[in-house]
């Protein structure tokens, strides 16, 4: 059985940080490429940041230079440390095994974990 969980989430000031985890098992976690995706209600679900099987990285031009994501493989863990957070960062984010290399998501889903950016 595929699990993916999120957690990390909750509240905090503008200028403040957060950083999500991502644990999954029931997938062949190191042949996965991983991401982070983000949904805020009204809009479409967006990618924020990716990282292959290998490591090399991509983000969002709206959080370059904020945030970071890692994997850990021998935890099955991907992580988004997230800096400087801005209101406009609010949203649910989302955790997604088995991206494409054109960042189309894979069939793994968390449940998301709520951030809000807030004074």
């Known amino acids: 059985q595929v699990q993916v969980v999120e957690s990390g989430g909750g509240l905090v000031q503008p200028g403040g940080s957060l950083q999500l985890s991502c644990a999954t098992s029931?997938?062949?976690?190191?042949?996965?490429?991983m991401g982070w995706y983000r949904q805020v209600p009204g809009k479409q679900r967006e990618l924020v940041a990716r990282?292959?099987?290998?490591?090399?990285?991509m983000y969002a031009d709206s959080v370059k230079g904020r945030f970071t994501i890692s994997r850990d493989n021998t935890k099955k863990t991907v992580y988004l440390q997230m800096n400087s957070l801005k209101p406009e960062d609010t949203a649910v984010y989302y955790c997604?095994?088995?991206?494409?290399?054109?960042?189309?998501?894979?069939?793994?889903w968390g449940q998301g974990t709520q951030v809000t950016v807030s004074s």
């Open positions: 997604n095994a088995g991206l494409n290399p054109r960042g189309e998501p894979g069939d793994y």
């Open positions: 029931g997938i062949d976690f190191v042949i996965y490429a």
């Open positions: 990282i292959s099987v290998s490591g090399p990285t």
